[in-house]
């Protein structure tokens, strides 16, 4: 079986070093086994994503020298996929439609925080009356899910999870204003391009657990999991667009040689200030 990675950025701002060396992982790990590496633009949120922000990371991906195989894949051109994997799920009656909004949801005093912060309390789960005019997202209903598939486990490099998804509550599949949560696309993409091992960063560790019930929901297979350590600061902090980290484009503009940058981060040696942070 070919081995196949990806690189699925979010074209809302521009690529740092930590996004590098997530590419640059994903794309050696595809390249010493004689595999496929694959460039997804994960463009769904309509309030954040931007054209120039796609056409930076093509740019930084070349002038990095990681190199893709096959055309790029846009989420934005797979809507009617998602809508058909909600709609399979819809018909299950393993989603329901939620009209609350975060500002609810973080005002409920019964709304104890997950991995990604307060968990949904159920608010809309069993609503007899609906409007569906209004807007509304889909929650996927996790312990009915799990009521159904039973205990679920998947594989990080040679050790053997069992998922927890319900430590993230009713997450949401389908929002007000985007017709696929990152779940539901990452999950049903990954299935689809014959991805057969996911390289990312440590932060998505325990969102594998949501994916890993919807592969079993949508009887989609599960890849392997390789997830690593994120690049720090020298004040320790992991790198984040939301925290103007500096850009591959800064790094360019400074006259750094990509070749050395590159070479550099496969013998796990970080430029000045940068490090790998501690799990």
């Known amino acids: 079986m070919q081995i196949v990675t990806r690189f699925a950025p979010s074209p809302t701002g521009r690529l740092h070093l930590g996004h590098a060396y997530s ?3 994903a794309h050696d790990f595809a390249r010493e086994a004689g595999g496929a590496f694959l460039l997804r633009i994960e463009d769904i949120d309509p309030g954040r994503a931007r054209t120039e922000y796609v056409d930076g ?18 989420q934005s051109e797979r809507l009617e996929t998602y809508a058909e994997a909600l709609e399979r799920l819809k018909e299950r009656r393993l989603v329901y439609p939620c009209f609350c909004t975060r500002a609810d949801i973080a005002a409920s005093v019964a709304a104890p925080h997950g991995p990604d912060g307060p968990i949904y309390p159920g608010t809309c789960r069993g609503l007899a009356d609906l409007d569906l005019a209004q807007p509304h997202a889909w929650r996927l209903d996790v312990a009915k899910a799990m009521a159904e598939t ?9 050790t053997e999870v069992q998922a927890e998804p319900d430590r993230f509550g009713d997450v949401v599949l389908a929002r007000k204003d985007a017709p696929a949560s990152y779940h539901l ?5 990954d299935a689809a391009l014959g991805v057969t091992d996911v390289v990312r960063g440590r932060d998505l560790y325990t969102c594998t657990d949501i994916h890993r019930l919807l592969q079993a929901l949508l009887e989609l297979p599960t890849p392997l999991y390789h997830h690593h350590a994120l690049l720090a600061d020298a004040n320790g902090d992991r790198l984040a667009k939301r925290h103007g980290a500096p850009t591959i484009a800064d790094l360019r503009d400074a006259g750094t040689d990509p070749a050395q ?6 013998a796990g040696q970080m430029p000045a200030g940068y490090s790998l942070a501690k799990a």
């Open 150 to 158: 039973g205990p679920l486990y998947w594989m990080d490099e040679q």
């Open 57 to 74: 990371i093509i740019a930084d991906m070349l002038w990095l020298g990681l190199e893709w195989d096959d055309e790029i894949v846009y």
């Open 185 to 189: 696309a990452v999950t049903v993409d």
């Open 23 to 25: 590419a640059l992982l």
């Open 261 to 266: 940058l590159v070479e550099g981060m496969r």
